[in-house]
């Protein structure tokens, strides 16, 4: 069988990132620019700026990707790209660039939905991982517990009904002095505390998650009770995320008895929370990840779905245009 290579495209934030990977699964190069150090002073991304520097970074991101891959234009076969969700803007610039590459080269073209890239991102670091399976999806935008019945087909089985997961860490971060990017200074500091304070959890008959009251519940602590532990709060808020994730993960998990788990997008790099997956395989459950580098967004994991996109047959015209409010389906 021929290999497949697919030049991947991510913009859909402040990560310029372009990707070469062969038949899904093996990675030749994964180039990322990354923005954080230009929109920390802000306190988080500003869009307009975040676009500009896709326009500035993007033919050089891709020039490098194709020089350590070791190949040519002429050697992709697929060209797939983020078109949503995220940053209208930012995800413009990628998918224009995408669209050239595609017209210049009579390549396909394969939009990709950032959701499932971050989905596919456990397919390079556990090649052997098959479809059926569990995956809960948390990143600054997104809280998805998803049914991953094929390659191509999804059940979204719970979602955030306010404030996904990573948006929760960022908000905390922020009120309590640590900055942006929050996920991984709360994830830090919460190593020196201990998770002593109680905060109220969710639950819904459903699988949805709920993660405003927490976050609400911290901020008031820390406004009425100024001189209080930032540790221990950051430890207790950790833990009771995650106490929601696993009641819902395994709830799922039963109803639909499938012992495979995965978790994917920027939070499942969180410390706290992959040990305590980690632990459900002493329960029996199979658990997996990605690699840290591969939790936030990258090109890599938008050309390994795209090649699954590819493969089933779907493809896109230069009609293709940026979603920001794109749905996993």
Sequence with gaps: MKDIIVLGIESSCDETSVAVVKNGKQVLSNVI?????IHTQFGGVVPEIASRKHIENISDVTNEALKQAN????????????????LVGALLVGVSYAKALSYATNKPLIGVNHI???IAANYITTPELEPPFLCLIISGGHTH?????????????GKTRDDAIGEAFDKVARVIGLGYPGGPKVDALAKEGTPSIQLPKTHFE???FSFSGIKTAVINLHHKTPDIN?????????????EELLANTLEAAKKLNINKIALAGGVSANSYIRNSFTELAKKGFEIYYPDIKLCTDNAAMIASAGYYDYMSGKKSDLKLNAVPNLKLE
């Design 33 to 37: 620019n990354t923005q954080i150090a």
């Design 71 to 86: 190949i040519s234009l002429d050697d992709v076969d697929a060209i797939a790209c983020t078109y949503g969700p995220g």
């Design 116 to 118: 499932k890239g971050h």
């Design 145 to 157: 517990l998803v049914h991953i019945k094929s390659y191509v087909e999804f059940e979204i089985l």
């Design 206 to 208: 459903n699988l949805d």
């Design 230 to 242: 930032k540790a221990d709060l950051c430890a207790s808020f950790e833990k009771t995320v995650t």
